[in-house]
């Protein structure tokens, strides 16, 4: 092409140079996509990501052998080639709408669980976004006792996760922060 030039033709041809070589290319508008399911699993990825963060509660929890009993756990549980963070994600991933239905039907449980929540040092979480959704500091105490339990070993809830009491939360949140 012996043509020197540069910039958008009508809106539909762009002219640039790559390496010194002129070229041509038809325009392409990139497409963000922001639809509500997708924010919604977006701010559901990040809620995991932020209860996470209630695990790692040291500088020492990243090194091999330390940390709380929930993360010592994550490393005989999970593949190696993955963190217990992608793995918790992976996990909760599909069922998004379900452990929100599940939480929101607790009752009386759920207050535990907010209580516990703040007593692991998490806070709400507000996704960004058209439509911000906040995800209680409860919920996310509830995410990770569900994957501590289906995925880790976790025994701590004789009658299961939705029918937990304060003792056995305590005693939770105690298995995700401190060290062994």
């Known amino acids: 092409m012996s043509l020197d030039a540069s910039g958008t033709v009508a809106k539909t041809t762009t002219f640039s140079k790559w390496k010194g070589r002129n070229y041509v290319r038809l325009r392409v508008t990139p497409m963000n996509n922001r639809t509500a399911s997708q924010q919604h699993t977006r701010g559901y990825l990040g809620v995991i990501a932020k209860a996470a963060k209630a695990v790692l509660t040291a500088a020492k929890d ?3 052998g330390l940390g709380s009993q929930f993360f010592l756990d994550t490393q005989s549980h999970i593949p190696g080639t993955q963190s217990w963070v992608a793995a918790f994600q992976g996990s909760e991933h599909a069922s998004v709408s379900a452990d929100e239905t599940a939480f929101s039907g ?6 535990l669980y907010e209580t516990a929540g703040g007593d692991a040092g998490l806070s709400d979480y ?4 058209g439509t911000p959704v906040t995800y209680t500091k409860g919920f996310q105490l509830y995410l990770l006792a569900k994957f501590a ?7 701590g809830f004789a009658g299961g ?7 056995q939360l305590t005693a939770f949140v105690s298995y995700v922060q401190t060290s062994a």
């Open 161 to 167: 996760i939705a029918a937990a009491t304060a003792p």
């Open 106 to 111: 607790l009752g009386a449980v759920k207050a």
């Open 126 to 129: 507000i996704t960004v976004g």
């Open 149 to 155: 339990s289906a995925s880790l070993g976790y025994a």
């Open 62 to 64: 990243t090194l091999p």
